[in-house]
């Protein structure tokens, strides 16, 4: 994955993982935390088999603060406890009582808020659901989301006065992530550029249901329907992270699948979220051409390739 990695907790913040072509299992039950110093970029040892809760890079930590500008006096909301790391910045630079965290997983929460006490740091530390934010504690000058999220809530956007901002991954469905940093305006709306490229986990309450590839064939022949071509569009050039984000700017309900074959040969599945349409290129190392074969009403290759050579593919 391209940028540097997340941490944190699923209401909150991220860290990474792929299942079936999807960034970020997000923070489920029952916790796995990582334990790690925070002072270095490398990871710490887990425990468990699903991620719930880590501490981001502190590189990203750092470039994310910087981009929410945050000033002595400033209120904030932090979208995501996680291990109250943040929380704790946030605290030094602007006072305890000007913060505010919120954290879905309450076990979490505990912990993260006894650690804040223990250091001497007081923030109104709350369990619920953050894509709602905390409407108690608004406006907020600042918002600091430490989850991927494929659509910012209106709720934060709400609850942000007029010339705040909020600094958050954001990712698509298709791949890719980056960090954005938007400034809401007088009426009502955000928008700003974005700043970084990252990988967190995605907001549990934005996670989609990807099904396998074994639901559009499951050991069946291929359909009467199915088109076969053949492409100058190599897949290694759709696949890397930040193409892949820029891929998923321009498209909806599609996500991709690579399956390994032997040799360096691989083959790019691509789906649709309805399970309508599908495609697949084989990827042969050396090769100037390659074969597309495609099924539904979706051109689902085409979409995901554009722009590609002369702007289209062939």
């Known amino acids: ?21 999807q960034s970020g299992a997000g923070h489920g039950g029952g ?7 925070g002072h270095s970029d490398t990871k710490g040892p887990a425990r468990g088999n699903i991620p719930t809760c880590s501490n981001s890079q502190p590189a990203m930590v750092f470039s994310m603060l910087a981009a929410l500008d945050v000033q002595p006096g400033a209120k904030v909301l932090e979208v995501g406890t996680g291990t109250g790391w943040n929380a704790a910045l946030l605290s030094e630079r602007v006072g305890s009582e000007t913060v505010t965290t919120i954290e879905f997983d309450p076990e979490n929460a505990a912990t993260a808020r006894a650690r804040l006490h223990a250091a001497g740091y007081n923030p109104v530390a709350v369990v619920g659901d953050g894509s709602q934010g905390w409407p108690a504690g608004a406006p907020y000058d600042r918002v600091l989301i430490t989850a991927s999220l494929q659509e910012i809530p209106a709720d934060i956007v709400r609850q942000t ?18 960090v954005v940093r938007l400034t809401v305006e007088g009426d009502g709306s955000a928008s700003g550029p974005f700043v970084s490229s990252s990988a967190f986990m995605r907001l549990r309450q934005q996670r989609a249901y990807r099904t396998h590839v074994k639901t559009y064939l499951g050991g069946k022949p291929w359909p009467a329907d199915g088109r076969r071509t053949t492409t100058s569009l190599s897949p290694e050039d759709v696949a890397d992270w930040l193409p892949m984000f820029a891929v998923g700017l321009q498209t909806q309900g599609m996500f991709p699948y690579p399956e390994k ?18 495609a697949s290129i084989d990827f042969v190392p050396g090769a100037e051409e390659f074969e597309v074969y495609q099924s539904g009403p979706r051109e ?3 979409e995901a390739g554009r722009p590609g050579p002369r702007g289209r593919v062939p």
């Open 161 to 178: 006065r007029p010339g705040g901002i909020i600094v958050s991954p954001y990712a698509t469905e298709y791949g890719g992530e980056a």
């Open 261 to 278: 074959l032997d040799g360096g040969r691989y083959t790019l599945w691509l789906r649709d979220t309805r399970v309508t349409s599908w």
């Open 300 to 302: 689902l290759w085409g």
């Open 1 to 21: 994955m391209g940028g540097q990695h997340g941490g944190g907790s699923g209401s909150g913040q991220g860290g990474s993982q792929q299942d079936d072509g």
């Open 31 to 37: 916790g796995s935390e990582g334990q790690d110093s």
